[in-house]
């Protein structure tokens, strides 16, 4: 079995690009060599990740997370057990999405709209939320 952990955290200071470059090598580094995969999405000043390997590392891994003065506040959304990990072939996948973009997807009728939301980012989050 898969652990996997959920949580949001809001940034401490307005990130840039090389601030997310910054973050990402540091924190692929250390996934790679703990076995932890998952996912970072980044928006108006949000991050959520979902963080999956094995209890203790991603335990430990969050407990750094929790104390990174790049965050003010960090909040657990829900944590268990999956058969096996969503993402697999990254240490740390990313992304980046504006309010703008979820807005504008919410309001339109395009019939390919419905399948690309299905699609989105988010929406794998939550389907990993009820895959257990
Ligand atoms: C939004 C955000 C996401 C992060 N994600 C990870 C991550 O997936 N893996 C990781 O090792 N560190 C991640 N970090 C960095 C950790 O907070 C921490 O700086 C790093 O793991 C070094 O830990 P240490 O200071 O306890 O040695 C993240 C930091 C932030 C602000």
Redesign the pocket.
Known sequence: MIYYLLYY?VESFKFEQKDFEE?LV??RE??EGLG?T?K?IYCEGT?I?V?EGNEYSVKE?YQ??E??S??IATKIVAEGLVGERYFKDWS?DFNQISLNSINELENCNHPNVGEYISNAPAVKLLKLLNAK
């Open positions: 955290g973050l540091q924190a250390r996934n932890i998952g970072l991050f990740q963080l891994v750094s997370i104390k990174d790049r965050l740390m």
